[in-house]
């Protein structure tokens, strides 16, 4: 009995950490859509350098993440540079 005890709590901790998780990629992706825009103050879709100058960690990442090397951030490179 006492080992089946120990299966369920297991079980239940496995199931319960991997929801934690799903949850905590969902909450990152969005909160890096909200951070994308708000950083793209013209509207365009996209983050120049300057608009990313208003981020630090972003301005010193911008060449790295610019993957398609066009000068600018699409949403895609974003959230693929929060990734990790």
Same mark, same amino acid.
């Given at each position: 009995? %006492? #080992?089946?005890?120990?299966?369920?709590?297991?079980?239940?901790?496995?199931? *319960?950490?991997?929801?934690? /998780? !799903?949850?905590? !990629?969902?909450?990152?992706? #969005? *909160?890096?859509?909200?951070? $994308? /825009? %708000?950083?793209? #103050?013209?509207?365009?879709?996209?983050? %120049? #350098? *300057?608009?990313?100058?208003? /981020? !630090?960690?972003?301005?010193? %990442? $911008?060449?790295?993440?610019?993957?398609?090397? /066009?000068?600018?951030?699409? !949403?895609?490179?974003?959230?693929?540079?929060?990734?990790?």
């Amino acid at each position: 009995m %006492s #080992k089946l005890v120990v299966i369920v709590a297991a079980s239940l901790l496995t199931v *319960t950490a991997f929801a934690g /998780d !799903k949850e905590h !990629k969902e909450h990152a992706t #969005k *909160t890096s859509a909200a951070t $994308f /825009d %708000s950083l793209d #103050k013209n509207g365009d879709a996209q983050l %120049s #350098k *300057t608009e990313a100058a208003a /981020d !630090k960690s972003l301005a010193d %990442s $911008f060449a790295a993440a610019d993957t398609n090397g /066009d000068g600018y951030l699409s !949403k895609t490179e974003f959230a693929a540079r929060t990734k990790s």
